[in-house]
């Protein structure tokens, strides 16, 4: 055995993995967006079946056997494949006690989890989902116990699946200073006598004219037109198959034209961090980046990019030309003011910039409460609701927009603190990026081309090879901290609000 040989025999694995998986993603989008409702199990059944056809071949003795070989000489090998070998390595030791019968197993699970909880929300209905979440507490804790590794708690073993490096201890320092903060921060904006026009926010405009602005909008950020799709979800969300195959989901609500337009360029953020990583990440079956790294990039464009002075100075013309004129009373600050109203609400995806973090804190205390604490999951719905009420101030009226808005949870727990600290990563080498260019300037001009050239050298460049507290230091040059973000919230809403 040698690693040249090792080498040719894992590429050819890994190459046929990768087509079930794809098969299988695709399957899985197809479930999301056009599978009638009557053929949602049995597609999930089936992409799970694919799923797994690829799980089993990572299983094979001489698969690992290889594997591990290359692991151990990861010196010998080059950048890519020293990284390949060291995330295989990382993977099998937290999966190993994992079979292909007990992969197949679980990931049926998910996806009947997925059905419940669409047949829930629609119905608004918590109860019709809670034997379905039960049954994935129940997977993820068998997961956990079935992992050699020990964590302090179950719920840093999730978390770590999602961000390499980082606990609960690191989330409970960066969630108290957000509240240390923005708590205060809020208040004097609540009392502020600052008013914000916002009754042109829920003129009505059709579906078409929505897809239009969304198709613009893709183009103006840098989404490449032959290798995107754009299809309708419940939820919308983003996957990357391949180098040219990326495709993201919106929504559309004749009332609420934002709600579609942000979250193009949300899910158009992660479309760019996969279509302009390296192209020999492809190669080398790179693709490791944390959730946090991810939702650092969506969020950026969202919000510090999509929400910025120098943007909606771009788009204005646009949305007046798409709308028809319909917002031709509205001035541009008026509509820079509108986008970036603060106001606490019930709905996470819908949230304001600065009360969003609010939603991420009460979603990770309830989930550390139900790995950690054994929280009873049929009691959700009022834990729910009393946090809504201690955080925001708000009664939730329903199981439809609480507890049930988001499908997440039918994927496990752990995701939602990724959001946040994605805000706090881009917030970071956001001040990196204003060492180059002044990209204010550059956005009002059009020049997203250069935004989108920096995003690209510094930070997909490394994220696929990188745990992430050494990739924004590496971006950035200093140690991970929340300050930037939280300084970048209390500049520019003490502006807007002219506190």
């Known amino acids: 055995m040698n690693v040249k040989e090792c080498l040719e025999y894992v590429t050819k694995v890994d190459m046929e993995a990768k087509k079930y998986m794809h098969a299988a993603g695709v399957l899985q989008y197809d479930m999301e967006t056009i599978c009638p409702s009557a053929a949602m199990e049995e597609e999930g059944e089936v992409s799970s079946f694919l799923a797994n056809k690829a799980y089993e071949l990572k299983k094979d003795d001489k698969y690992i056997e290889n594997m591990e070989y290359l692991y151990e000489h990861r010196e010998e090998l080059g950048d890519l494949d020293n990284a390949r070998a060291y995330v295989f390595h990382r993977?099998?030791?937290?999966?190993?006690?994992?079979t292909p019968k007990m992969q197949l197993e679980f990931s049926n699970v998910y996806n009947k989890g997925f059905v419940a909880w669409l047949d829930a929300k629609s119905k608004s209905d918590f109860g019709l989902f809670s034997k379905a979440l039960s049954d994935i507490k129940d997977v993820e804790m068998k997961t956990y116990n079935l992992c050699d590794k020990k964590y302090d708690s179950c719920y840093d073993f999730l978390f770590d699946r999602y961000e390499e490096g980082v606990t609960s201890k690191d989330l409970d320092e960066a969630f108290g200073a957000f509240k240390d903060r923005i708590i205060p921060l809020l208040k004097n904006i609540q009392n502020s006598k600052k008013k914000i026009r916002t009754d042109f926010m829920s003129r009505k405009v059709t579906d078409a004219e929505q897809m239009e602005l969304s198709q613009r909008i893709m183009d103006l950020i840098g989404m490449d037109k032959d290798r995107r799709a754009l299809s309708l979800s419940e939820h919308p969300f983003t996957d990357g198959y391949s180098y040219s195959d990326v495709r993201i989901t919106t929504h559309f609500y004749e009332d609420n034209f934002a709600s579609s337009m942000y979250s193009i360029i949300h899910e158009g953020g992660h479309a760019l961090f996969e279509m302009f990583q390296p192209k020999e990440n492809f190669e080398h079956f790179l693709n490791d980046k944390t959730m946090g790294q991810h939702e650092s990039v969506s969020r950026f464009y969202e919000n510090i990019i999509g929400r910025s002075k120098g943007f909606v100075h771009l788009i204005y013309p646009i949305v007046k030309e798409?709308?028809?004129?319909?917002?031709?009373?509205?001035?541009?600050?008026?509509?820079?003011?509108?986008l970036n109203l603060v106001t606490p609400s019930l709905v996470r995806t819908e949230a304001d910039e600065l009360t969003y973090t609010f939603h991420i804190i009460i979603r990770y205390e309830i989930e550390k409460m139900i790995v950690n604490e054994g929280y009873n999951i049929e009691d959700l719905p009022k834990l729910w609701n009393e946090k809504y009420k201690e955080y925001l101030g708000i009664d939730v009226p329903n199981d439809k927009e609480g507890v049930l808005q988001d499908m997440h949870w039918a994927s496990g727990f752990g995701y939602f603190p990724t959001y946040?600290?994605?805000?706090?990563?881009?917030?970071?080498?956001?001040?990196k990026m204003k060492e180059d260019m002044d990209v204010e300037k550059e956005v009002s001009e059009g020049h997203m081309d250069k935004i989108l050239a920096w995003m690209s050298s510094h930070v997909f460049a490394k994220a696929d090879r990188m745990a992430p507290k050494d990739w924004i230091k590496d971006i950035t040059g200093r140690n991970f901290t929340p300050n930037d973000f939280l300084d970048y919230l209390e500049d520019k809403y003490t502006k807007i609000y002219e506190l």
């Open 91 to 98: 993977d099998f030791e937290k999966e190993k006690n994992i």
């Open 420 to 431: 946040a600290l994605g805000n706090m990563y881009n917030s970071m080498y956001y001040n």
């Open 322 to 338: 798409v709308f028809k004129g319909r917002f031709n009373d509205v001035t541009e600050e008026e509509l820079y003011e509108a």
